[in-house]
């Protein structure tokens, strides 16, 4: 098995990309500062966010602020090591 058959399959996507990348320095961020970082649609952060949460690499909050519903998202330790993982992989074949 070469290097690139062991990258991570759920990190393929540039937005799942995105999503973890700003998970991993920040505990949690809400959907709207998620949505502008990555400048994608509300429709694109909730599929991607949901194969995520599917996998168990973030943990979706859902909670009212007043009136107002709100969304963050935080990763977990299994989506923490799997991100890792994934990079060091991503390194190793740059450097083959």
Partial sequence: MGIIDKLNKDFESRVRLG?????MVN???DFTEMKNLLNITDGNLASHASALEK???I?????FVGK?????Y???E???????????YLEK???S
């Fill in 19 to 23: 999503i973890m990348s700003i998970l």
């Fill in 27 to 29: 505990e949690w961020i």
């Fill in 55 to 57: 996998s168990e690499y």
């Fill in 59 to 63: 943990v979706v909050k859902k909670e």
């Fill in 68 to 72: 107002k519903p709100k969304t963050s």
């Fill in 74 to 76: 935080s990763v977990t």
């Fill in 78 to 88: 299994k989506g923490r090591l799997a991100f890792k993982e994934h990079l060091s």
């Fill in 93 to 95: 074949l740059m450097k």
